[in-house]
């Protein structure tokens, strides 16, 4: 009855919605699927994480807190940016968000104008085009390809340059791809936005999860262009916390915190003192950190091996947890592949469709290395 906005009606229905929600079905029905489709690690937040939170409560810091976040959270941030990644960043220059979502749709809100293009390496994760749509801007994919194992090209980067482009987004370590981009790469990038005035936003929230590369800071090349995002979801296994960040130019973030002040206020003050012992009870955080990452090494080894015996090209990603699988033998088109791995194999993932990554579909990894075996066992069946 209720007409509905351009803005809502222009978001896409996703693909996976359609996966997903016969996977649902197929559970009600008592069939055991695995859902090798979620993007969130398996393991439990940290205990010293949990137990700041119950502090936290328990002494009533229970009230809004300034738009930015607490000013101790600000301070452990920009102390991390300096310590891991090389970044000066005052806190006044950081903001805290109701997750890396939402430090993302702050800045493209606070940076794009209708009709300003923005470069997204693809495939992609599928919320970048659908929020630099939502702000009236255009998306413009660069693609990149499996056999490069998903690097960026630079030449790529600067041919799709136009007079209307304002922003680039790169994400690496890259879901879906796990593509990891090399410091020349990366400073070829930076010059490129140097020379034609555009911003990066980075979107570094696997940076932890790096198995044979190294994770650098686009942002050490060119600081005054650069912002950089982050979050405790994916690095601390809090997802549910909804604790993202950023840091940039003054300016940005100063923008970013104008839009903040006027739709979610700030970020839940009990997950800011958690991510706060995060940052600050650092060594705690760094073995669960290096835990986690022996644990993702191993299964992404096993599953990337896995899957190419079973005849289905998949490259070793090199960071985050997921790997894109090419599944033309099992179907060219990506959907009906993934409906036949539901249908036939029990097993959940996502259609390559939205990412921009026809004749393929992601499985991620962050599940247990029995789940892995079952899967490959299972897809082993139905390839024959
Ligand atoms: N960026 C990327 C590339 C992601 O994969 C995700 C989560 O799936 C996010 C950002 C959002 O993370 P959160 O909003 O939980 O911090």
Redesign the pocket.
């Known amino acids: 009855p209720f007409r509905l906005s351009r803005r809502a009606l222009s978001l896409k229905p996703s693909s996976t919605v359609a996966v997903s929600s016969r996977a649902l079905e197929l559970r009600r029905a008592g069939v055991d699927v695995i859902s090798m489709s979620v993007?969130e690690p398996d393991f439990d937040t940290p205990p010293h994480i949990k137990a700041a939170a119950v502090r936290a409560i328990e002494e009533g810091k229970t009230k809004y807190t300034a738009v930015s976040g607490v000013a101790e959270l600000r301070e452990a941030i920009s102390a991390k940016f300096a310590r891991e990644n090389g970044l000066t960043y005052a806190p006044d220059a950081v903001t805290v968000t109701s997750?890396?979502?939402q430090a993302l749709f702050n800045a493209f809100f606070a940076l794009l104008n209708l009709g300003d293009e923005v470069l997204i390496p693809a495939p992609y994760?599928v919320s970048y085009p659908e929020m630099v749509a939502l702000t009236g801007a255009v998306p413009v994919a660069v693609p990149t390809t499996p056999e490069s194992g998903f690097l960026l090209d630079p030449g790529e980067v600067e041919a799709r340059v136009t007079p209307r482009t304002r922003m680039i987004i790169l994400?690496s370590p890259g879901?879906p791809t796990g593509a990891v981009f090399p410091p020349s790469v990366l400073e070829a990038v930076a010059r490129i936005a140097q020379r034609h005035d555009l911003m990066i936003v980075t979107?570094e929230?696997y940076e932890h999860l790096v198995y044979d590369a190294t994770q650098i800071s686009i942002g050490r090349y060119a600081p005054e262009h650069t912002l950089t995002v982050n979050?405790a979801?994916k690095a601390y296994a809090m997802?549910g916390w909804r604790i993202?960040y950023a840091g940039g130019p003054k300016s940005v973030i100063t923008a970013m915190n104008a839009i903040q002040s006027q739709s979610t206020s700030n970020a839940s003050s009990v997950s800011q003192y958690a991510a706060l012992a995060a940052l600050t009870q650092y060594e705690e955080t760094a073995r669960f950190i290096e835990m986690a990452r022996q644990a993702y090494r191993e299964r992404r080894d096993r599953i990337v091996a896995g899957l190419n015996t079973l005849g289905l090209p998949t490259p070793t990603p090199q960071g985050a947890f997921y790997v894109m699988t090419d599944t033309s033998r099992i179907h060219p088109d990506e959907l009906e592949a993934a409906r036949i791995l539901l249908d036939e194999a029990r097993v959940a993932v996502v259609p390559g469709t939205d990412f921009a990554a026809p004749g393929q579909v992601r499985l991620s990894y962050a599940t247990g290395m029995e789940q892995i075996e079952e899967v490959l066992r299972r897809v082993g069946e139905v390839m024959g």
């Open positions: 993007g997750g890396g979502k994760w994400n879901n979107d929230m979050g979801s997802t993202g």
